[in-house]
Nanobody, 118 residues
């Protein structure tokens, strides 16, 4: 069974940091582009950051630039998101996703809740 499992979410005060992890199992994700998305209550899911299969190129939403860092360890089949200087508006469920081809993200995790208090 192919799975992506996020962890590392929680409750943090504004200005704090969290590191999210996304562990893959059931297949290797080392050749897949991967990304983080988030969905706040009452809002649509939005892109946060992505990384190429090799890790040599990353892309960020404007809201994440300068505060978040996406990385991966292909030896561990794991994706990370380091989040610093967190703001209340970062409160959301965070999802990791993998894109085996060029078109769409086919594999999704179940999400991890991040809550930032003011």
């Amino acid at each position: 069974q192919v799975q992506l499992v996020e962890s590392g979410g929680g409750l943090v005060q504004a200005g704090g940091s969290l590191r999210l992890s996304c562990a893959g199992s059931g297949r290797t994700f080392r050749w897949d582009a991967m990304a983080w998305f988030r969905q706040a209550p009452g809002k649509e899911r939005e892109f946060v950051a992505s990384i190429t299969y090799s890790g040599d190129s990353t892309r960020y939403a404007d809201s994440a630039k300068g505060r978040f860092a996406i990385s991966r360890d292909n030896t561990k089949n794991t994706l990370y998101l380091q989040m610093n200087s967190l703001k209340p508006e970062d409160t959301a469920v965070y999802y990791c996703a993998a894109k085996p081809g060029r078109d769409s993200y086919e594999y999704w995790g179940q999400g991890t809740q991040v809550t930032v208090s003011s």
